[in-house]
């Protein structure tokens, strides 16, 4: 990094914290506070010119750099989680969506972006979704559960085990479930029901929202809404839906009121707009674009409520926030909520132009909303420079004098996130359910992946996945992937597939 840049433009901060080399507790670093939406597209919220009206969130962008090519790990979940909270390729472990009861996917010794900041004497949280596995398979879920959060650097947890439309359907505070009645004890089964419990397909009469078909969304029933998977028990522990934002805002909330005399790092991952979308009443058909609008504004206040605070705790300065998404968007995911109808009838993009979506390898399944604020410290503005997730990890240890593992994938480009410098990454691998393509520069290469289905399941979304080599030249927003030049420009595929050969260790 050019560190007499960054500096220069960060003149307010003192030297000692610019340019400190050993990990030392100084009561100048910043707080760092990750936010990272689920399945919110690149046209979701008004600071990128969406038909939602997101003040809060746009808050952040008014005082930070919002960046128009900012890349997620991976078009889905729990790969694009791995990548940001470990600074490595998810697809080099094979990284795939996982089921609510598999084991934790992260080893307990690999460093993580919680372990660099609590070594750097910060006080780490992780809050909201997780879906990167917990325990070490088979769990009992009326123990306590181990490894999880705790054990790759959280100090603090209070999440999900994996998504709200899988099971099980409780939080989880530290390793244990809350609320647990012991003489109610909770199992969890995904491949076989349980004798006598009532499930989406069997009994559709129970339900209050119903899934949608050949998506899988029929299991057990919980707060009359099937899930994936089945379990049962736990009945005073299950959480409901409607009150899901409140619960997760005030464990946030309440972390940082504990924890503000001291440099804190929260990972806050928001469960929206992930189905099934069920908002507060409050919230209820105030978008206009039905509950999958309605959860896209109460998740704005959510993040207005954090804010909020910031200020009236005096920490808005001191704080450097991150917001982005996990992954592009999707419409139909699962339950039959009128996302499709209703965006077709409103002439309403989620991915704001972008082709493709959640799933695909086309650029709306990871380019998504990238946006770093620190008050004062970042000068507000617009950037096009390529940035990515994987380099959280690098960057912010560059930013608290942390270490940087070997091995990582992750890059320092601090001076990037605080708009200070205009060369970002020059490359990155996309992944798509297990599907790579390569991005360098302008272009974009997707080899042919003639034996994967051109459609993501059910959802209508295009996968990326073809017969034959494609390539796309995409400067800016404005250049969405509607032409194939890959025929009219064979050396630059060939000079694109070397690359790509090379940055994946010859997979493609």
């Avoid at 790092?265 to 469960?271: D, G, K, P, R, T």
Wanted: proline share 7%.
């Amino acid at each position: 990094m050019n560190r007499t840049f960054l500096a220069a433009s960060l003149a307010a901060v003192p030297a000692a914290f610019l340019y400190s080399a050993a990990p030392a507790f100084s009561a100048e670093k910043p707080n760092v506070i990750l936010i990272v939406a689920d399945d919110l597209g690149y046209g979701d919220i008004s600071a990128y010119g969406g038909k939602i009206r997101t003040p809060n969130i746009d808050r952040i962008a008014k005082n930070g750099v919002r960046f128009t090519r900012g890349y997620a790990a991976s078009a889905t979940s729990t790969p694009s989680r791995y990548g940001i909270l470990t600074g490595v390729y998810p697809w080099r472990g094979n990284v795939a969506i996982l089921p609510g009861d598999s084991p934790l996917i992260i080893p307990t010794d690999r460093p993580t972006i919680a372990t660099m900041f609590r070594d750097c004497g910060y006080r780490t949280c992780a809050i909201g979704k997780w879906h990167l596995g917990l325990g070490k398979g088979n769990s009992d879920w009326n123990k306590p559960i181990a490894p999880g959060p705790s054990e790759i650097g959280f100090d603090y947890s209070f999440i999900m085990a994996a998504t709200n439309d899988r099971v099980p359907c409780v939080y989880f505070s530290n390793g244990n479930v809350v609320g647990l009645d012991p003489a109610d004890p909770i199992s969890v089964n995904y491949n076989k029901n349980f004798p006598g419990e009532p499930t989406g397909k069997s009994n559709p009469e129970l339900l209050k929202m119903h899934p949608s078909p050949n998506h899988g969304h029929d299991g057990t029933i919980v707060n009359g809404i099937s899930r994936i998977g089945f379990m049962k028990g736990g009945k005073a522990a299950l959480w409901v839906d409607e009150e899901m934002a409140n619960v997760l805002s005030g464990k946030a909330l309440g972390f940082i009121r504990k924890n503000k005399k001291r440099p804190f790092f929260m990972y806050y991952a928001l469960h929206q707009p992930h189905v099934p979308r069920v908002p507060n009443p409050k919230f209820a058909g105030k978008s206009g674009l039905g509950p999958r609008g309605d959860v896209i504004l109460e998740a704005d206040a959510q993040v207005g409520e954090l804010l909020d605070l910031l200020e009236a705790e005096k920490l808005d300065k001191n704080t450097l926030i991150v917001f982005t998404s996990d992954n592009g968007p999707v419409l139909d995911d699962g339950y039959a909520d009128d996302a499709v109808r209703l965006a077709k009838e409103k002439n309403y993009s989620p991915t704001g132009g972008l082709r493709g979506g959640k799933y695909s390898l086309y650029e709306g399944g990871t380019r998504v909303p990238f946006i770093v604020s620190w008050q004062g410290k970042v000068a507000p503005g617009v950037s096009n420079v390529p940035v990515a997730q994987l380099d959280f990890f690098a960057s912010f240890a560059e930013l608290i004098g942390g270490k940087v593992p070997e091995g990582l994938d992750s890059q320092n480009h601090l001076d990037v996130f605080f708009g200070a410098k205009k060369q970002g990454r020059e490359n990155f691998v996309i992944e798509a359910q297990g599907s790579l393509a390569y991005r360098e520069g302008d272009y974009v290469y997707i080899p042919a992946h003639p034996k994967k289905s051109p459609v993501a399941w059910a959802t209508g979304i295009e996968t990326g996945n073809a017969k034959e080599d494609a390539l796309y030249k995409i400067s800016d927003i404005h250049t969405p992937q509607k032409e194939n030049i890959a025929g009219k420009n064979p050396k630059i595929v060939q000079k694109m597939k070397a690359a790509m050969l090379e940055a994946t260790g010859g997979r493609i």
